[in-house]
């Protein structure tokens, strides 16, 4: 019954490839300048201060939330290859931009605000290339999918800093093109060649992607994207209503899985220095070393994932993956008698703040070039004596830390690839541009309120609270995922049409 040409498999797969390069260059796209912002801010415009950059940070994923229901949107009625290419030119020219936020003699801070938030928006293809890759792949193949589009984010996430550390070989000051007034520097040479990909990929989305939609079962089927490029039957298994409950009930779980990603990322810097005593750049260095550890363990199970699914379902291995979290979560909880080093010496004047609420808005790579000023010999470390709980809350061991970042890093890739998956078959083959917008919306709207979470919760109440919550909020995913269990079933197996 399954009918599909050769010719139509091998340019349906090389379509899907540029669908992953896309998703890899949209993570470049955010990962690749994020070490260097700090600095290139302070330089800019020295009116900028820390809560500042908390604001730039967040803007991104601001971007994207906005932009993913509208390009969604578009892909369901319009050949995806525009939206694609608009987004993509986007991020383009919001790179260069970023270029030349030195440029003007004010507000320089609020032009890359500007300039980080398009990035964002031009980011929010991501639905359109996972509603394309959902349409373009049978349900067997569908996991599999998943799993390398978000290896390939997850890649694009780690190589990011790696091309940023390259361009610090070009210096601060590098080279002045004066003609175009372009100072080609460690701060600007890694959104330029960000725009470069960017062009690349425009280039190949021409070149090399078509329309392609097969139906759950792999038989080629007519698109309302293509405009003449794809011949096929039409599907009739479109016929019937999505489940929204199931719908709902994911985009919550989506939502709980990217918080708690987002809090784990934040909260690292912080606790590892109320903790263990640690100056900020050996928090930075430490965590640095242990979450590039954890990206990489992520990576391997972004590919074995796709082998365990095929004999347990997707359904068990995400219950699976909540559990794993959750028990990571509360390896976290403070235990013992042993308090963490207090930080008795106030700080005034021109050294380096303290930890504050702030600085909870800022993942660790954010502070990695804040360097104590010359006339400071030691950075006091320790726990702060402002944050009270400091006084009666035991330390996490280190043992706690880095078995607690094992768990979580592998626990996050299985949820994460399990949603995407379970979602897309879900809807069936009804359009999906806009469901999907909504499922990254959600994870950007986490990627959003995780850290604004840990600057109020740890820092006025202590990780025994924090940790306590977020355990909290995972048993009631894990209660609401036993809710629907039965209902988070493909399209095509709720009608019948194929055996589960």
Wanted: aromatic content about 12%; proline content about 4%.
């Amino acid at each position: 019954d399954v009918v599909e040409t050769q010719e139509h498999y091998k340019s349906r797969w090389r379509s899907i490839w540029i669908m992953y390069l896309t998703m890899f260059l949209s993570s470049v796209g955010f990962s690749i300048v994020i070490m260097s912002v700090w600095p290139y801010l302070q330089k800019i415009d020295p009116t900028a201060d820390a809560s500042f950059l908390g604001w730039i940070i967040a803007s991104y994923s601001v971007g994207q939330m906005v932009a993913s229901p509208l390009f969604g949107l578009w892909s369901n009625y319009r050949p995806r290859r525009e939206p694609l290419v608009v987004s993509t030119a986007i991020s383009v020219a919001a790179n260069c931009l970023y270029a030349y936020v030195h440029v003007p003699h004010s507000y320089n801070k609020y032009y890359m605000l500007t300039a980080r938030a398009l990035v964002g928006f031009g980011a929010g293809n991501v639905a359109v290339v996972r509603s394309y890759i959902a349409g373009a792949t049978s349900l067997t193949e569908r996991t599999s999918a998943m799993a390398n589009t978000s290896a390939c984010q997850a890649v694009g996430f780690i190589l990011g800093p790696v091309f940023q550390t390259c361009f610090t070989l070009i210096g601060e000051e590098g080279i002045t093109w004066k003609l175009v007034n372009l100072q080609l520097n460690m701060y600007t040479a890694p959104v330029l060649f960000g725009a470069l990909l960017g062009v690349l990929n425009i280039i190949l989305i021409f070149a090399i992607f078509r329309e392609h939609r097969v139906d759950d079962m792999g038989r080629q089927c007519k698109s309302i994207n293509s405009e003449g490029e794809e011949s096929g039957v039409l599907d009739e298994n479109a016929e019937g209503n999505i489940d929204h409950v199931a719908v709902v009930a994911i985009n919550f779980l989506f939502f709980v899985i990217l918080f708690v990603f987002a809090v784990y990322e934040t909260i690292a810097t912080p606790l590892t220095m109320d903790m263990y005593s640690w100056t900020r750049k050996e928090a930075v260095f430490y965590n640095g070393i242990i979450l590039s550890v954890v990206g990489i363990e992520s990576v391997i199970v972004f590919m074995v994932v796709k082998t365990l699914s095929k004999k347990t379902g997707e359904r068990a291995i995400l219950h699976g993956g909540l559990m794993i979290v959750l028990v990571g979560f509360f390896i976290l909880l403070p235990w013992g008698k042993k308090l963490p080093n207090i930080q008795w010496q106030e700080i005034k004047n021109n050294s380096i703040p303290r930890t504050t609420s702030i600085d909870m808005l800022m993942p660790f790579w954010s502070l990695q070039e804040m360097q104590l000023p010359s006339n400071h010999t030691a950075e006091p470390v320790g726990c702060p004596v402002s944050q009270s709980w400091c006084l009666n809350t035991p330390i996490v061991y280190l043992a706690q830390y880095i078995s607690s970042n094992i768990l979580i890093g592998l626990g996050y890739p299985v949820c994460n690839v399990m949603s995407y998956t379970l979602y897309s078959k879900i809807l069936g083959p009804k359009p999906q541009g806009v469901y999907m917008g909504w499922l990254t919306a959600s994870g950007s709207g986490a990627r959003i309120l995780g850290p604004v979470f840990v600057s109020q919760i740890y820092t006025h109440l202590g990780p025994r609270w924090a940790f306590s919550l977020i355990c909290g909020v995972v048993v009631v995913s894990l209660l609401l995922l036993e809710i629907v269990y039965k209902r988070l079933i493909a399209f095509s197996v709720r009608y019948g049409r194929m055996h589960e």
